[in-house]
């Protein structure tokens, strides 16, 4: 006959064993888990959303179609300006903006609030007035906007 201390021993050690099993089960998903491809950035879904921030920020002075006001509010539509320099957009839009500027051979002097947006916000509606209005631009991510806000 098996002492109960026997017993208790066996069943620690049991419990030992598969806790140590769990655990390395654990470690396994983790480690391959940091191998998976992550997800590739959807410019189009970016887009879509962005076109709703311009909506609700940029269409009072920008107009509807981006072309702006002449002399005024500078077009984004053909903008020889908004696509010479992602990074400059990007503060821009984060930041503000005063002072003179020429946009498609017009002078501007005028000054842009800085508008409260995420990160994410502010890449998707960059992501929108760089592939809209006849601009064809790359994707600005929203970590080249967090990096732009330091």
Same mark, same amino acid.
């Given at each position: 006959?098996?002492?109960?201390?026997?017993?208790? &021993?066996?069943?620690?050690?049991? *419990?030992? +064993?598969?806790?140590? &099993?769990?655990?390395? @089960?654990?470690? @396994?998903?983790? #480690?391959?888990?940091?191998?998976?491809?992550? !997800?590739?950035?959807?410019?189009?879904?970016?887009?879509?959303?962005?076109? =709703?921030?311009?909506?609700? *920020?940029?269409?009072?002075?920008?107009?509807?179609?981006g072309e702006g006001?002449?002399? /005024?509010? $500078? $077009?984004?539509?053909?903008?020889?300006? @908004?696509?010479?320099?992602? +990074?400059?957009?990007?503060?821009? /839009? /984060?930041?503000?903006?005063?002072?003179?500027?020429?946009?498609?051979?017009?002078?501007? *002097?005028? =000054?842009? !609030?800085?508008? =409260? @947006? #995420?990160? !994410?916000?502010?890449?998707?509606?960059?992501?929108?007035?760089?592939?809209?209005?006849?601009?064809?631009?790359g994707a600005v991510?929203? !970590? =080249? /906007?967090?990096?732009?806000?330091?």
């Amino acid at each position: 006959m098996r002492s109960p201390s026997f017993d208790f &021993v066996k069943s620690i050690s049991l *419990n030992m +064993k598969k806790g140590i &099993v769990f655990f390395v @089960l654990c470690l @396994l998903t983790i #480690t391959f888990s940091s191998f998976q491809k992550k !997800t590739p950035f959807d410019l189009k879904a970016s887009i879509s959303r962005g076109q =709703e921030i311009y909506s609700a *920020n940029c269409i009072a002075c920008h107009m509807e179609k981006g072309e702006g006001l002449e002399g /005024v509010f $500078p $077009p984004l539509a053909k903008s020889d300006y @908004l696509m010479a320099d992602k +990074k400059r957009s990007i503060v821009q /839009v /984060v930041k503000g903006v005063s002072g003179p500027m020429k946009v498609n051979g017009v002078d501007y *002097n005028g =000054e842009m !609030t800085a508008f =409260e @947006l #995420t990160d !994410t916000q502010v890449s998707d509606v960059l992501n929108y007035v760089r592939n809209s209005f006849g601009n064809k631009g790359g994707a600005v991510l929203s !970590t =080249e /906007v967090l990096a732009a806000r330091k």
